[in-house]
Every structure is written in C-alpha cells, then in structure tokens.
C-alpha cells in the first residue's frame, strides 16, 4: 500500500494564489489516477479535479476550471493542485486520494469520493478578505 500526505495549505486573501502538493510514497503498483477533493466545514467532500499520470489527461469539475491546474511531477512522485484566483469559498480542508488499481483515462475523469480508496490526512485552506 502507498501514502499520500499533503502540504501547502495555508491562509490567502481573496484573488490570491496557493500551490498544494500531494506527495507519494510507497509501492504504487499500478495505480494511476490521483484527484483532488476538498470539504468545507458542515458540506460534503466534493471532487476538484484528476490526474492521469500515465499519459497526463486532466479533468476538472465545472466549478473551478479555469480557477485550479492540477499537475505531476514523476520524479518528484508529487501531484500539485494550483488554486488561483481564490474566493471565500475555497474556503475548505483539502485532500488528495488516489484509487489503489489501474485506470484508463476516461475513467479516471471521475470525481466521486467513494471511488478513491487512498486518502491523505488533507490540508487546511482559509481564503479572507
């Protein structure tokens, strides 16, 4: 099994930026889908965007496309989720996950948390104005 941990939270003002890192570790095998997702206090966790590290296809949820670019690094086994543009509600702890098996990468455009099977411990983001 392999781990995920995040990092790069941290307080913003609206129309600011935030990089977020998504750092892998252990025997991956052949998983190959990582996705961001993120839960705001009292709401339910709600997908952000996926990666296909194979071949690099994204996907966005309609909300922050255009917004947030998620992206990969291989040889730093690092997934990042840029956040620009920031409002008050990104507002959220954030989480990457990854699912365990293979993927191709149509099916890796998928945003349901049920469907990733390892999670980091998340990474707090407070946007002020």
């Known amino acids: 099994q392999f781990r995920l941990a995040e990092s790069g939270g941290a307080s913003a003002q609206t129309g600011g930026s935030l990089r977020l890192s998504c750092e892998v570790s252990g025997n991956t095998g052949r998983s190959n889908c990582i996705g961001w997702f993120r839960q705001a206090q009292g709401k339910e966790r709600e997908g952000l965007a996926t990666i296909h590290t194979g071949g690099g296809r994204t996907s966005y949820v309609d909300s922050v496309k255009g917004r947030f670019t998620i992206s990969h690094d291989n040889s730093k086994r690092t997934v990042y989720l840029q956040l620009d543009n920031l409002k008050l509600e990104d507002t959220a702890m954030y989480y990457c996950?990854?699912?365990?098996?293979?993927?191709?990468?149509?099916?890796?455009?998928?945003?349901?948390?049920?469907?990733?099977?390892?999670w980091g411990q998340g990474t707090q983001v407070t946007v002020s104005s």
């Open positions: 996950a990854a699912y365990s098996g293979f993927r191709y990468p149509a099916t890796c455009a998928n945003f349901s948390p049920p469907d990733f099977n390892v």
